[in-house]
């Protein structure tokens, strides 16, 4: 099985002593490209460095909304300055968190509307995240929509099947990591079923969400065929059925096949 870890998060600290065994694992398990996403525009250098380090590593750019207030002036212009650089294949992660007060709302959704906008400017893929904050997440979108057509990805989705089928009318991907694979997360499961074929993708957000039987371990790419598997199980094929469709499902959403 050939898989692609489209969220995980390699620049963090928590890989700065063995990101290469990282790196050397997820190949032995068969994900062959990660998308390392960025928080901050300090971050999206670091993907970007590192995306040039590693053949099957891609990077985004953006920040985060738990570090917007740490944004410094003219960050946001780092990030624009870094859009066109060479395997840049996404934007964010950007969107809403309403658990964490670490950034004013409102910057929150400035912040948020800039990475859409740009989204619709460039046509690269957004990477979109959401906690406790799924109706103000949704009413941005809708609004974006109403400009021009979207095109990401609901990363780490965890919403009901009405949300999941709203977003897919607005034009996204709907993204699974380890939470879904919880024992207490049968209705994610559910819904998991219910996402057409050619528009699910599967991430870890390492080092976060370890998947189940690894809970409380670090998480790493190499992790994403448990998710894979689980998924697989609830939608009632192999996971070497799942794997082939949800690798070209991210090879063509984020242009991985014409990159280096």
């Known amino acids: 099985m050939l898989l692609v870890d489209t969220h995980a998060h390699l620049d963090q600290e928590e890989f700065n002593e063995d990101r290469g065994e990282v790196i050397a694992r997820a190949l032995a398990a068969g994900v062959e490209q990660i998308v390392c996403v960025a928080v901050s525009a300090a971050s999206s250098e670091v993907a970007i460095s590192l995306a040039g380090q590693w053949p099957g590593i891609f990077a985004s750019v953006g920040i985060h909304p738990n570090h917007c207030a740490q944004a410094g002036e003219g960050d946001w212009e780092r990030v624009l300055a870094l859009v066109g650089q060479p395997k840049v ?48 997440v949704m009413a941005m979108l809708r609004e974006a929509r109403s400009r021009a057509p979207l095109h990401g990805v609901m990363h780490s989705f965890v919403g009901d099947a009405a949300m999941a089928a709203e977003c897919l ?38 080092p976060y969400l370890s998947p189940h039987p690894l809970r409380g371990k670090r998480n790493e790419p190499a992790h994403v065929v448990h998710t894979l598997s689980c998924l697989a199980e609830a939608r009632g094929c192999t996971p070497a059925e799942l794997a082939a469709v949800t690798t070209a499902n991210a090879r063509l959403l984020f242009g991985l096949e014409s990159q280096n």
């Open 169 to 206: 009318e607005l034009g996204m991907h709907i993204s699974f990591a380890g939470m879904v694979t919880f024992k207490k997360s049968q209705p994610l499961r559910d819904v998991a079923a219910t996402i057409p074929a050619e528009r699910l993708l599967v991430e870890t957000d390492s």
């Open 89 to 136: 294949v996404a934007l964010g992660e950007t969107g809403l968190d309403r658990h964490w007060n670490y950034s004013p709302f409102e910057m929150q959704q400035d912040y948020f509307d800039r990475h859409l906008r740009l989204m619709q400017q460039t046509g690269l893929p957004i990477i979109i995240h959401t906690r406790e904050s799924e109706a103000d």
